[in-house]
C-alpha cells in the first residue's frame, strides 16, 4: 500500500488549495478514505472521510474545517482530494491521508499547508 500526497503550499488567509492522494497497492474503491493534518506541537486530527461512494452523503467533517473543506475521490484514478477553502491560519500543519487495509493503517508522508499572509 502506497499513498503520497501533493498540493500543499503556502497560501494567504481566505486562499484555496487542493491537495491529492494518489493511492496504490490496493483496491481504491473498496476502501474509505480519510485526511488528517497536524500542526506543530500538537496531536494529529482528523478532517474529513469519504466512503467508498462519490457521492456528498458519504462525507464527513471535522467542525473546525465543515463548510470550507470539501473531500472527494476519483476512483477511476485511485485519488482522494481535499478542496480547501477559506483557509485560516490555524489551518497550517502537516496533511496527511490515510486508509485501513485489513485491519493495518496506512499513512502518506505528508504535505506542508502553510496559511499565512
Known amino acids: 500500500v502506497q499513498l503520497v500526497e501533493s498540493g500543499g503550499g503556502l497560501v494567504q488567509p481566505g486562499g484555496s488549495l487542493r491537495l491529492s492522494c494518489a493511492a496504490s497497492?490496493?483496491?481504491?474503491?473498496?476502501?474509505?478514505m480519510s485526511w488528517y493534518r497536524q500542526a506543530p506541537g500538537q496531536e494529529r486530527e482528523w478532517v474529513a472521510s469519504?466512503?467508498?461512494?462519490?457521492?456528498?452523503?458519504?462525507?464527513n467533517y471535522a467542525d473546525s474545517v465543515k463548510g470550507r473543506f470539501s473531500i472527494t475521490r476519483d476512483n477511476a484514478k485511485n485519488t482522494a482530494y481535499l478542496q480547501m477553502n477559506s483557509l485560516k491560519p490555524e489551518d497550517t500543519a502537516v496533511y496527511y491521508c490515510?486508509?485501513?487495509?485489513?485491519?493495518?493503517?496506512?499513512w502518506g508522508q505528508g504535505t506542508q499547508v502553510t496559511v499565512s499572509s
Open positions: 490515510r486508509v485501513s487495509v485489513r485491519s493495518l493503517t496506512y
Open positions: 497497492g490496493f483496491i481504491f474503491s473498496n476502501y474509505y
Open positions: 469519504i466512503s467508498i461512494s462519490s457521492s456528498s452523503s458519504g462525507t
